[in-house]
């Protein structure tokens, strides 16, 4: 897939082509995509996907900069690729570029730059600072004589996907949820920091994780089962999301923390990958070290169970 950040120079044959922000690559995303492709081999045409960054909410600051994503720039840009997309413009989203009107963008962009020889749009997909009707899409793909497609909304499972209701999930703790929306479970990707290494001392060392890119959204805090990529190899683990009460008290802050099963190895610095399966329960304050410890064995019983029954350990 070629990759580019502008649309100056841009050379597609015959180009069919889509946009949107495509945060998480869900399966109402895949499903569109798969269809831009095929569109694309049908005119024997190229496959083009226009998306932004920052995301546009971020420029607008329409949430006072609490709003996170599912995938960054560079997951985004490798599952769209894995579907087969010929190519992908990832425009700066400025202040300025959201005060186009959708005609002028269509005329200015889709038309005079791109040359778009098929526009295939989401069902509730809206562009441009006035929106624009599936009517006036209609009279412009006529007038200016390209092909027009509207798309969805695809049906998961009973459900509708969206970036929104996926985030919502996980912001819940049901990342189990999310992930039959996703078609995937949900990942983090960050580096092992040094801990108190009180967890060894109870007998559950953990990874304590840095997060890559603050923009990712954390899950609910709380116990989860998960999928651990690390040194090339996967592992099965269970992971705490919180500030720890029973040990820091009501101060500390926000971490994530990893045991990881059958693994007995010093990784400080090394990059890990987590995917969360199931939340089992929410983070506690136990009355001491102890009981901490009791409650951990009893996690690390029910959390494998959970992994062997999704074939991760
Ligand atoms: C699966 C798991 C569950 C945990 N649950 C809790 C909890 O409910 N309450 C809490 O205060 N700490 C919880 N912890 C955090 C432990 O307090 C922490 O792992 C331990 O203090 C080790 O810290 P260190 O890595 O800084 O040495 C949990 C950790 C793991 C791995
Ligand atoms: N469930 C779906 N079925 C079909 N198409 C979809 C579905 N969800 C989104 N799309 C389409 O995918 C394209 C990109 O969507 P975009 O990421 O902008 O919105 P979204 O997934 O609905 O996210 P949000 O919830 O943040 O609005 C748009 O054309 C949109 O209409």
Redesign the pocket.
């Known amino acids: 897939m070629k990759i580019k950040s502008s649309i100056e120079g841009l050379k597609a044959s015959r180009p069919v082509l889509t946009m949107g922000m495509f945060d998480g690559v869900h399966k109402g995303h895949v499903s569109l995509l798969s269809q831009l492709v095929e569109k694309a081999k049908e005119v024997n045409g190229e496959s083009v996907v226009l998306t932004f960054w920052p995301h546009p909410r971020l420029v607008l600051r329409q949430d006072s900069g609490q709003l996170r994503f599912l995938t960054t720039l560079e997951e985004k840009t490798k599952l769209i690729s894995e579907i087969g997309v010929d190519q992908l413009v990832i425009l700066p989203f400025t202040r300025e570029f959201a005060g186009l009107s959708a005609s002028r963008f269509i005329r200015e962009y889709l038309i005079d730059k791109i040359r778009v020889n098929h526009l295939l749009v989401g069902y509730n997909h809206r562009f441009g600072h006035d929106g624009i009707s599936r009517d006036k899409l209609n009279e412009l793909a006529q007038n200016y004589g390209f092909g027009l497609d509207f798309f969805g909304p695809v049906n998961v499972l009973g459900m509708n996907p969206s970036s929104t209701a996926i985030r919502n999930y996980i912001s819940d703790g049901d990342v189990w949820e999310a992930s039959r929306l996703l078609g995937r479970f949900y990942g983090l990707q960050g580096r092992i920091v ?9 007998g ?5 994780i840095e997060m890559d890119d603050p923009l990712k959204l954390v899950p609910h805090d ?3 089962a998960c999928k651990v990529h690390l040194l090339g190899k996967t592992f099965g ?4 999301i ?7 008290g009501e101060t ?1 802050h926000r ?1 994530l ?3 990881i099963f059958y693994f007995n190895k010093e990784v400080y610095s090394e990059e890990i990958t987590v995917e969360f399966i199931k939340r089992t ?6 009355p001491s ?1 102890e009981a ?1 410890k009791e ?2 064995s009893l ?2 019983r029910e ?1 494998k169970d959970i992994l062997k029954k999704e074939g991760v350990i």
Request: hydrophobic fraction near 35%.
């Open positions: 040094s801990g108190r290494r009180l967890g060894r001392e109870i559950f060392p953990t990874a304590n709380g116990v989860y683990g269970m992971i705490n919180g500030g720890r009460p029973t040990i820091e500390g971490s923390e990893v045991h329960r929410p983070e506690i304050k136990f070290l901490l409650r951990l996690d690390e959390v």
